[in-house]
């Protein structure tokens, strides 16, 4: 968890929201290629799932050193 803290200070700090010009509104569709051909949202979407993955592993192993 001492390496997961300064890593969400870095990721929720207003400096890291590079965004680029563009309309974001239209159908579902076209959100979706948007997301997927857009490297600034390609990134956060990793972040978020490299921190969703880190956070059940720690969960995990708090919960394995409990049953013991």
Same mark, same amino acid.
């Given at each position: !968890? +001492? +390496?997961?803290?300064?890593?969400l200070?870095?990721?929720?700090?207003?400096?890291?929201?590079l965004? *680029?010009?563009?309309? *974001?509104? @239209?159908?579902?569709?076209?959100l979706?290629?948007?997301? $997927?051909?857009?490297?600034?949202? $390609?990134?956060?979407? $990793?972040? @978020?799932? %490299?921190?969703?993955?880190g $956070?059940? !592993? %720690?969960?995990?192993?708090?919960?394995? +050193?409990?049953?013991?």
């Open positions: !968890m +001492k +390496k997961l803290n300064p890593l200070l870095i990721f929720s700090s207003p400096a890291v929201a965004a *680029h010009p563009g309309q *974001h509104s @239209g159908s579902d569709a076209s979706f290629v948007h997301w $997927l051909t857009q490297p600034d949202h $390609l990134l956060l979407t $990793l972040a @978020g799932v %490299a921190v969703v993955i $956070l059940c !592993m %720690a969960v995990a192993k708090i919960a394995c +050193k409990q049953r013991r």
